[in-house]
């Protein structure tokens, strides 16, 4: 026969194993926030109180407490028990993935904690209610009925998670099974009266076959979650990979449209720009030959109409040349408009504008848009204000471009003078940006037009949709 303190001393250190596993859990899920660590850790702490009090009940019948102590005792030990197997069964669908791979086994499992609760109602129901017969009677009815409820569930489940075939589902299966054995073992020792306590000592020994089996289901779940993390840290790896690839991809593309843009760029500006020059030109110079006066007066309006057009043209090629894509050039560009149409005036330019030279998400229809709004304010301003001074901004948030222009001018009435002031036009471009439009003037008062204008950043970042534990 072993030594008497052999006993003890191994259901301490199988208690010490424990409580290190579940200590393990609960730190990794303050550092990982994942739930699954909280539900083994949970599933670990109730499975060591079951076993104290499972022991405590015990330790009652053999010193002959009453029949009421001995029942407390039993009832928090099942209690207890149905507390684990709560925690027992998240961590299971949550282990499982249940909720994508099998929703089936999902509802199932959801089933089976409802039955958990009815079963501990049942015993509680039992606990106090003994003394009544009758009541008594209907409570050991609906705790069997339990019993065949979660052994029927249980069948149902077990084929399902089999069928799954992969480590992980092996490695749960395994430790699940150390756990039962180990407890079929403790109950077939203690009906065949092989586990009577020894002499003086404070714990018994059918425990520690389940003892054992839950330290290896454990030792069995922590490996499962490792081969689950790795598969995911594998999915992550593979997925940046793709991502990768696709933003290579997506820079190849777009350095292609780059290259046919500014090709079209060119090909507009030589091609077209000559032709344009070359009919202003000869508008210019066959007026000498021309003594007709409405000849004359149609060859300057061919001399007009042919300017204008070229510095349409300019505009197109200026949106689609891809080296003005920054908001540094949408900057340079309304500041060469704007002391251009000032600078022969009275009227006094102040402007601020970006200088920033990195790409903010502004295509070229949107800066276009932006230059021609900027454009017919400042033409309006030189037309209509009588201002002194107009301010010009141009700053760029993290957000949105927002265009301001200002002048202390004769301001006008918006409800009246819409018309003639092209801003029936500012509102319909504005509108195609998606941008907001401010306008806040009054007879007298001068003029605040600002436009605000939604970007999007140049980097967006992706979020990564990989298998992750909740």
């Not at 696709?246 to 780059?258: D, G, H, S, T």
């Not at 760029?265 to 030589?270: F, G, I, K, N, P």
């Not at 295509?363 to 209509?384: M, Q, S, Y």
């Amino acid at each position: 026969m072993l030594p008497t303190l052999t006993y003890p001393t191994l259901r301490i250190f199988l208690d010490g194993m424990l409580l290190m596993m579940a200590l393990y859990a609960f730190a990794t899920y303050i550092w990982h926030r994942k739930r699954i660590y909280a539900y083994y850790g949970l599933y670990i702490g109730g499975m060591i109180a079951n076993l104290y009090f499972n022991d405590e009940a015990h330790h009652l019948i053999d010193q002959h407490a009453t029949d009421r102590a001995i029942a407390l005792a039993s009832w928090l030990e099942v209690t207890i028990q149905a507390i684990a197997f709560v925690f027992y069964i998240q961590f299971a669908r949550t282990l499982l993935n249940m909720r994508q791979r099998d929703p089936v086994s999902l509802r199932l499992s959801t089933y089976m904690l409802v039955v958990l609760a009815i079963g501990q109602l049942t015993d509680t129901l039992l606990l106090w209610l003994e003394p009544v017969n009758r009541l008594g009677g209907w409570a050991y009815i609906l705790s069997d009925l339990n019993r065949y409820a979660m052994a029927a569930l249980t069948f149902m489940i077990v084929p399902r998670i089999l069928r799954q075939r992969n480590m992980v589902t092996s490695i749960f299966i395994i430790g699940t099974s150390f756990f039962v054995g180990g407890s079929i073992l403790a109950v077939t020792m203690n009906l065949f009266g092989w586990g009577d306590r020894l002499p003086d000592q404070p714990f018994s020994f059918p425990l520690i076959p389940m003892q054992l089996g839950i330290v290896i289901e454990s030792l069995l779940f922590t490996v499962a979650i490792s081969v689950v993390n790795r598969q995911i840290e594998r999915e992550k790896i593979r997925y940046q990979a793709q991502l990768i690839e696709q933003l290579q991809e997506n820079e190849q593309k777009q350095a292609r449209l780059n290259g046919l843009r500014d090709e079209i760029a060119r090909d507009l500006h030589d091609e077209m720009g000559s032709q344009l020059s070359s009919i202003s030109i000869l508008s210019q110079t066959t007026m000498r030959y021309v003594e007709d006066e409405r000849a004359q007066q149609r060859l300057v309006t061919i001399g007009q109409t042919t300017r204008q057009v070229m510095d349409s043209m300019r505009e197109i090629v200026w949106s689609l040349n891809s080296s003005s894509d920054t908001i540094q050039h949408l900057s340079l560009r309304i500041g060469e408009t704007a002391y251009g149409l000032f600078n022969d005036t009275t009227i006094r330019l102040h402007a601020d504008l970006a200088k920033t030279d990195t790409w903010h998400g502004l295509t070229g229809k949107k800066r276009r848009e932006l230059h021609l709004i900027a454009k017919e304010c400042l033409t309006n301003v030189l037309r209509h204000a009588n201002a002194q001074n107009v301010w010009l901004t141009l700053h760029v948030k993290p957000d949105n471009v927002l265009l301001s222009i200002r002048d202390d001018g004769t301001g006008f009435d918006p409800a009246t003078d819409i018309s003639g002031l092209g801003l029936r036009s500012i509102q319909q471009r504005t509108r195609t940006l998606g941008a907001k439009l401010h306008i806040d003037t009054e007879p007298g008062g001068g003029t605040s037009i600002r436009i605000d204008c939604p970007i999007q950043q140049g980097q967006v970042e992706q979020e990564s949709v990989v298998p992750q534990f909740a």
